[in-house]
């Protein structure tokens, strides 16, 4: 595995608008210091963090991208089946969502939940994603990826990337993260549908809940308010501490904790090769770094 000197994780947003609230970003050093938030004085937005990723990105860099980097495929054998313009693997399908909402700005993916081939596979309080003759959805709660039931093992509570209600729905958040990917090809290669480069920087899918987890947080207590609570899964983490006080919003923390734990954790060889995931597998729904 490469080595790696930096490590930033993102916390992303797929709401509406030029600049998102819910995005915030943290780097650690692998020298070592307390994780640090990357600022923007205006807030980000998903073109400036498309903008850092392909222009401005530190050298050997460990990318953490907090959103589901593909569909589920394997439980149906396809994206959405039944679809003749079903992609075949995860590149293919980050371009076809790019390309049905190339007119949505900021990296917007409306056009593609709103498109009448695309949006019955979706939950969106109206449509509920029918089963298509498999038996993805039958529990009523969407389809899942590998990872995501991986997740579920760990103590995690994951949700569906074909789920659009509610606030815990995390489908635009998504599907604006893959139309960043397809932007991003030719310049990251994004583990595991792409192989592990031998040296440079690489993107991974995250999901803060498992940085949580191994620092001593319950899955109903994943989310951090408080400077206080942040530096005390800091330290389980033996990562030094921000050492500040008071309240601060859960896209922060997430954001510098997961960092801090990319860091302790990116040289596991447990991490790269979990036993659920296949050659296959990981070029159609790729994996969730730290899901094992």
Known sequence: MPSFSHFLAIDWSGAKGPVQKGIALALAHAEGGPPVLVGRGRGWSREDVLALLREHLPEHT????????????ADCGAFFPGSSHSPNDAPELWALIDDVCSRDANLGAQAFVDHPEFRPYFRDGIETGPHFGCDGAAHGRGRFRVTEAAQAAMGCKPYSNFNLVGAAQVGKSSLTG?????????????????????????????????????????????????HEDLDAALASLGSPLIAGSGPIDDHSSDALL???WLRKVHRDPARWHPAGLSPGLARTEGWTFGAL
């Open 62 to 73: 460990l990318v953490g991208l907090d959103l589901g980097i593909a569909l589920p495929f």
């Open 258 to 260: 997961t960092a801090a």
């Open 178 to 226: 893959m139309r960043m990917l397809h932007h991003l090809r030719g310049h990251l290669p994004v583990w595991p549908v792409d192989p592990l480069p031998d040296a440079g920087s690489a993107v991974v899918e995250i999901y803060t809940s498992l940085a949580a987890l191994e620092a001593g947080r319950s899955a109903t207590r994943a989310k951090m308010r408080s």
